[in-house]
């Protein structure tokens, strides 16, 4: 209850600071909630961090691409559009457990299904880039690669996660190729998340 009612004033004296000088984005991801065992998390901090990830690997892709930060995002939007337009919106992912598993149809239409928007992604993405889909996979290989390491020199992971990390990318079993970017992925076109 003591640190629940100091968050809550922390957070509403950061708060208020901020909105007084325009940080009002900052503000809200100050905010802290609840979990049942009464200690906190920063839901809204985390989605703040993924957002600021995200914006590295857009600059990250756009580098080693050659084009701008601004040409990723136009173009990572209007490959979105493109599977939208051919396939639908992409399914909303269930709120609760399924009762029963999917049999293994229901299984391998819902990963020819996923495979068929991530390679349209891909084509239309690099399509807007006028760079081939291997100049993509190569740069966020890089990127990837890059990332890793840092991960590996500061201790977050094993070389063994590492290389276990990049040998799915190259497999093509992280989402979107790379962790992210195709239409049900976690992000625009760049590097995969490895945190």
Known sequence: MKNSLRNTIVAGTVAAGLLGSGGIAFAQSAT???????ATTDATGRSADREA?????????ANRLGVTDEQVTAARDA?????????????????????????????????ADRQARHDLFEQAFA???GVSTEQIQAAREAGLQEHL?????DGTITQEQADARLQAMQNGEMPGG????????????GPPEAD
């Open 32 to 38: 802290t909630t609840p979990t049942e065992q009464g």
């Open 53 to 61: 990830r995200r914006a590295e690997q857009t600059t990250d892709l």
């Open 79 to 111: 490959a979105r559009a493109a599977v939208e337009a051919q396939y639908g919106a992409r399914p909303e992912r269930p709120t609760e457990r399924p009762t029963t598993p999917p049999t293994d149809e229901e299984r391998a239409a819902m990963d």
């Open 127 to 129: 399509a807007e880039l």
């Open 149 to 153: 390491a840092e991960k590996v020199a």
């Open 178 to 189: 790379m962790g992210h970017g195709g239409p049900g992925g976690r992000g625009p076109g």
